[in-house]
């Protein structure tokens, strides 16, 4: 299959997203076409500088590129104060200036901490982002939410600030580990269920496939995810309004992982995007929203691909729905005290309401938790 490109077409901001195997050999072309300075910053981690790094300097380098790397430890703490010190100096020790281009290389944990940092730099620098984990190809790189997390709760630091460039090369996901992969495709089941019923089918048909490796089923996958990202964020940029549909299963997820304490081991960000979307499946089925088989079909696939469905599919201990109820409501989301759910009518139906019932959130929770206890 040949390269996809998705255009996001912002006014003054447009860019695009081009999708593949093998992407990222078109790194350094592009990248010179968009400078006139000769040297390039990368921010990466670790791990992705140590699978991937010296294939992209060497495509820069091949470009006429120097470039110099900043290698940070993996992981969500990375995405924090300390560590967006660190890159905001060393791009400017980079001497980074304001036409100049900074490439962020790495997972959703990267794209956030250095496209945040960009925006920043000198009031705000042009980046780069080239998505190494599928779950920053179809969300985090796209749409310019950039930010780190706050002692106090996810992702409230931050900046809107589109990228310049997406290179997704679907290469560079055959080294990730599989619980990574499947993370990710919580990610893309959420945007067949919020607005696409016919991805959805696709997806409960192909998806084995595309998790064993299936080259071109990962690229119409990581395709047609950035389009409806792409199409969503070109109608309310700044979540105004239909930009939280994207928040699906997000503000379960958020809970769980506040109750998880973060712990990778436990959860990871597209686990939790999983099993709060069968959750809110399941709140809008008992509210009358949405067919009773509906919740049941959304479990159904993700079982399928052997991902987390359940709360009881979380080690260790929970709270109560109380307490759950509580981390929810410190949800960014929150407006006047009120949560906003994204709610279903169905699949590929969802809508932005603050109008649950607490109490039916409570005993989807309740239940679930009594689920997870044998009780
Ligand atoms: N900005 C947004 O719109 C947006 C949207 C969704 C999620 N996010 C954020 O994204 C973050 C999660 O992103 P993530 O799941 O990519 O996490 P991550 O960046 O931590 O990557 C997961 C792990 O995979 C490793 N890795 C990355 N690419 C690899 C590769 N090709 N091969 C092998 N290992 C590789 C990383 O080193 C890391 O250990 C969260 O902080 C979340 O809040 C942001």
Redo the contacts with the bound molecule.
């Keep these: 299959m040949t390269h996809r490109t998705v255009h996001v077409d912002l006014p003054g901001r447009a860019y695009d997203i081009i999708i593949g195997r093998g992407v990222l050999a078109e790194a350094g072309s592009r990248i010179a076409q968009m400078t006139r300075r000769k040297h390039v910053a990368i921010v990466s981690?670790d791990?992705?500088a140590g699978?991937?790094l010296a294939a992209l300097q060497a495509n820069l380098a091949k470009a006429g590129l120097t470039s110099d790397a900043l290698a940070l430890p993996?992981?969500?703490k990375t995405?924090s104060w300390p560590f967006l010190e660190q890159s905001v100096e060393w791009l400017l020790s980079q001497k980074v200036e304001r036409g100049d281009v900074v490439v962020a290389f790495?997972?959703?944990?990267?794209?956030?901490l250095a496209g945040f940092a960009a925006a920043i730099l000198r009031r705000g620098v042009r980046f780069v982002q080239i998505p190494?984990?599928l779950?920053?190809q179809v969300?985090?790189s796209v749409?310019g939410?950039?930010g780190i997390n706050s002692p106090l709760g996810?992702?409230l630091i931050g900046a809107f600030h589109q990228p310049s460039l997406v290179l997704a090369d679907t290469a560079?996901?055959d080294?990730?580990?599989p619980r990574?992969f499947l993370?990710?495709y919580g990610?893309v089941v959420k945007y067949g269920l919020l607005g696409d019923s016919g991805f959805f089918d696709w997806l409960e048909a192909e998806g084995p496939a595309l998790a064993a490796g299936d080259a071109d089923a990962r690229i119409r996958a990581v395709e047609r995810s950035c389009q409806m990202k792409a199409d969503i964020v070109m109608r309310d940029e700044t979540e105004q309004g239909d930009r939280a549909l994207l928040n699906l299963g997000h503000t379960f997820c958020h809970a769980l992982e506040a109750a998880t304490g973060y712990d990778a081991a436990r959860l990871?960000?597209?686990e939790g995007v999983a099993i709060g979307c069968a959750l809110a499946f399941e709140v809008s089925a008992r509210a009358g929203l949405c067919a009773q088989e509906d919740p049941s079909r959304v479990r159904a696939h993700l079982a399928d691909m052997g991902m987390k469905v359940d709360l009881a599919d979380i080690a260790g201990d929970l709270p109560d729905a109380d307490t759950l109820m509580d981390l929810m409501g410190q949800d960014k989301k929150v407006e006047n005290g009120r949560i906003n759910f994204i709610m279903a009518h169905g699949i590929g139906k969802a809508f932005v309401t603050a109008d649950v019932d607490r109490e039916i959130v409570r005993a989807v929770l309740t239940d679930a938790l009594r689920a997870k206890t044998g009780g």
């Design positions: 981690d791990t992705v699978l991937h993996a992981g969500e995405k790495g997972g959703g944990v990267i794209g956030d190494t984990t779950l920053a969300d985090s749409g939410k950039t996810k992702n560079l996901l080294t990730l580990p990574d993370s990710g990610e990871v960000h597209g």
